[in-house]
């Protein structure tokens, strides 16, 4: 098992596999949702199912930013960036996901101008060295990002440059695990909480998820002990008939978060009545947009989008994926039609995606391997 | 651009104090310390970076830790090191 090839913590790993197996009630099935990509990346990468026993399953949700945007705002994106007038940024892994007609990168090949960046501040920069061109900001991203692309704006008011604008497709975490709980289709016993979008929002906000659908909620870290350790705080918590908001990733996210943070994203940004998600369809209150005041650097009121709803593919399983319901290798189309080089939906994209991280790790074979030795 | 870099303050300027050099992986960068200066914020402190901001100080202890994690990551964390390394921020 190459986790216990790498850490040297491989025998922590072990006993507290063996505690988790103990907390277990026997004939009783769990299922935890981790919420945040980056923690479906660990998962797969150090084979940490191997460790719970068969009647634990982790089913991935919906934090995976590049995962949720829908055809329709890619389809604007590139109508923004095939101006003449437009440079536009973006992310590296943005490049890749598919619109309508083709990505990022497509456009890029048929010549409009397209950069990959770190940061949005090297957006900024890149309007700052050309004074001539609209340089316009691919905004994607959970609370982990809103504030630097806040930060980024404020600093293009205080030095007045008016060649930058924001595309803003931030979304929000709370309503999309709101979405999850109300759909029928699953029935989870808990959550593992993101690591970095709580490091901005606190564990204040999932206190309604313990408290309305008394479920139990254990924001977690991103190594591989952090996440059997929240597993094992989860199924502790169940044993014990709690139901509370756990913080096991302490020596990073503050209780309350990051209060400068949560301003400069207030301040710049609002709630949008609805946002189209990926694969979820419209949630409510689920992403933001400049606020009124920050209309002259809104690249949505600077240049006409065409904002038309585009359905996905129909051979595409990305929303049964994002919502847990199927495993990655159980959509038709995967690492046949979609695979990373040519991905049919967004899930393939980012390493963080579900199919991604399967697909990367290998972890399908094992897993099909696994089962024709059963069947 | 999920991926939290950690790097260790080594200098703060005077005239922009939303902006600190810090050395990530033996290597100085700018980065953008504005999210994280309210509870004030020493040369020698460890911050965890996302796409060129500092979002919340650690500890080194902590610091250590998700170095050696990031480093096992392989491809993705060269990725976003590369990344951060063609980065102007200012
Ligand atoms: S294999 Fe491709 S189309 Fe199917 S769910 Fe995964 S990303 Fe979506």
Redesign the interface.
Same mark, same amino acid.
């Not at chain 2, 504005?34 to 309210?38: A, H, I, P, R, S």
């Not at chain 2, 996302?50 to 901001?53: P, Q, R, S």
């Given at each position: 098992m190459r986790f216990v090839d790498e850490y040297r913590d491989a025998d922590k790993a072990r006993a507290l596999a063996a505690q988790i197996a103990a907390l277990c009630q026997p004939g009783r099935r769990y299922k935890f949702m981790e919420v945040c990509g980056g923690h479906t990346h660990t998962i797969y990468k150090h084979g940490l199912e191997d460790y719970l026993p068969e009647t634990v399953t982790l089913v991935h949700g919906p934090g995976c930013p590049v995962c949720v945007i829908p055809m329709g705002r890619v389809d604007d994106a590139i109508a923004i960036a095939t101006r003449p007038e437009v440079t536009m940024t973006s992310f590296g892994d943005m490049m890749r996901v598919p619109g309508s007609h083709g990505s990022f990168f497509d456009a890029k090949a048929a010549g409009a101008d397209i950069r990959m960046v770190y940061s949005p501040l090297d957006a900024l920069e890149t309007a700052r060295r050309n004074p001539d061109r609209q340089v316009v900001f691919m905004a994607i991203g959970f609370e982990t990002t809103a504030p630097s692309t806040a930060m980024t704006l404020l600093r293009a008011e205080a030095e007045g440059i008016e060649n930058f604008s924001v595309f803003c497709n931030h979304v929000t975490i709370i309503p999309a695990i709101k979405a999850i709980l109300d759909s029928p289709d699953l029935r989870l016993d808990g959550f593992l909480g993101p690591g970095h979008v709580s490091t901005v929002i606190g564990c204040r906000p999932y206190r309604w998820i313990a408290a309305q659908h008394h479920k139990p909620l254990v924001v977690a870290g991103f190594e591989p002990l952090d996440i059997l350790q929240a597993v094992y705080q989860l199924l502790a918590q169940l044993a014990e008939g709690r139901c509370e908001v756990e913080n096991q990733y302490k020596r990073v996210v503050p209780w309350d978060g990051n209060a400068t943070a949560l301003k400069v994203v207030n301040q710049v940004m609002e709630l949008r009545p609805h946002f189209e998600w990926r694969g979820l369809g419209f949630i409510s209150h689920s992403a933001l947009k400049l606020r009124e005041r920050y209309a002259s650097f809104d690249a949505e009121v600077r240049f006409p989008v065409p904002g038309v709803r585009v359905a996905d593919p129909k051979a595409c399983q990305c929303g049964e994926v994002l919502k847990g319901v199927l495993k990655p290798w159980e959509c038709k189309v995967f690492g046949t039609a979609c695979t990373p080089e040519n991905p049919i939906g967004t899930c393939m994209v980012s390493s963080e995606g579900a199919c991604a991280a399967y697909y990367n790790f290998g972890r399908f074979t094992r897993v099909r391997v696994r089962e024709a030795v059963r069947a | &651009?999920? =991926? %939290?870099i950690p790097g260790q303050v080594v200098e703060r300027f005077s005239d922009r104090p939303?902006l600190a050099s810090v050395d990530v992986c033996g290597v100085q960068r700018t980065v953008?310390v504005? *999210?994280?200066?309210?509870e004030g914020l020493e040369v020698g402190d460890w911050v =965890?970076i996302?796409? %060129? +901001?500092a *979002?919340?100080k @650690?500890?080194e202890?902590?610091a250590r #830790?998700?170095l050696e +994690?990031l480093e %096992? &990551?392989g491809? #993705?964390y060269a990725?976003e090191l590369a #990344? =951060?390394s063609?980065?102007? @921020? %200012?």
């Open positions: - | &651009m999920c =991926l %939290g939303d953008n504005g *999210l994280v200066t309210d =965890l996302h796409v %060129g +901001f *979002l919340s @650690i500890d202890d902590e #830790a998700s +994690f %096992g &990551m491809q #993705a990725d #990344a =951060l063609r980065s102007r @921020i %200012g």
